[in-house]
């Protein structure tokens, strides 16, 4: 475009100039073309051997490299490749913090557990020792992975999952153990572990609505549990026997309480987020 009305500027047979009349508005060209053809339009002013021509074609280059700089500068920087990659790796490894180490912890003892604890026949007092060290560094865990995830900000969605897997895990393979052994009723351990999968269960029946949170009642029924089951995998007579089976019943007390509690929170949470989302419903009708 800048070509064509060139010729009438410098007249027949006077490339030079035409060259040199070109020459200062060679990079006006150039600016000009990064709204429309870019370098390519600059281009067509190299006409004639003169040394004004001969300008005019590096004003036209200057120009060129105006317009390449600014059409560059609009696409602005790109992305470098494999980013999306390098994100990914880098949130992978957040997955790799100290309250998951500690919850992977806790699964990699449970078949440790339970290997203990029914090693030669399951009645040998060292071997259940070592299974209710095994059992109480597990509980323990449980009470600083959470800790640290809230209090450091460590939150990740594989802890979500797998932190109540190895809680229920542990807890599970101590009372299938223990009742396989006949040191705990059947129906104690039926209690316990359809208390927590039936709450498990409820929790995903109301999360459209809302979370359920845990009670005080929630965390004094897993202290009693974890110190009776505690109790009952060592290999106790006389008195702490007796006291066991106490502290036992405490916590199948608190296990019904606190499940019939989340019951009604759940039924609770459930219709007021029906009736909240009825009443938006007709708000937005209106």
């Not at 060129?64 to 992305?79: M, R």
């Not at 800790?147 to 897997?165: E, Q, S």
């Not at 006949?182 to 927590?196: H, N």
């Not at 029946?205 to 995998?233: D, N």
Request: net charge positive.
């Amino acid at each position: 475009m800048t070509g064509v009305p060139a010729p009438a500027a410098g007249g027949s047979g006077a490339p030079g100039t035409r060259g040199a009349a070109g020459a200062p508005d060679a990079p006006r060209a150039g600016i000009s073309g990064t709204g429309t053809t870019g370098s390519g339009t600059t281009g067509s002013p190299v006409v004639g051997t003169s040394a004004s021509g001969t300008g005019a074609s590096s004003a036209g280059a200057a120009g060129a490299g105006v317009s390449g700089t600014g059409v560059s500068g609009g696409q602005g920087p790109k992305a470098p490749r494999g980013g999306k990659l390098i994100d990914a790796a880098v949130n992978q490894a957040s997955v790799w913090n100290v309250a998951n180490l500690l919850t992977m912890l806790r699964l990699v003892l449970v078949p440790g557990f339970v290997a203990l604890m029914l090693a030669d026949g399951g009645y040998d007092p060292v071997w259940r020792a070592w299974a209710w060290a095994a059992f109480a560094v597990a509980m323990i865990t449980d009470v600083f992975d959470g800790h640290l995830a809230r209090t450091y900000n460590l939150v990740t969605d594989f802890g979500k999952i797998a932190d109540p897997i190895a809680d229920k895990a542990i807890m599970g393979a101590a009372l299938i153990c223990l009742s396989y052994l006949g040191d705990l009723p059947w129906w104690v351990t039926g209690v316990i572990l359809g208390r927590e999968l039936g709450i498990t269960l409820l929790r995903f029946w109301v999360i459209r609505y809302g979370v359920i949170p845990a009670s005080r009642g929630g965390k004094l029924k897993t202290l009693t549990q974890g110190i009776a089951v505690g109790m009952y995998v060592l290999a106790l007579t006389g008195p702490l026997a007796t006291l066991r089976f106490w502290v036992m019943a405490g916590a199948v007390a608190l296990t019904v309480v606190t499940g019939a509690d989340y019951v009604r929170q759940a039924i609770v949470l459930r219709r007021e987020g029906i009736a909240e989302r009825k009443a938006a419903a007709e708000e937005a009708e209106a």
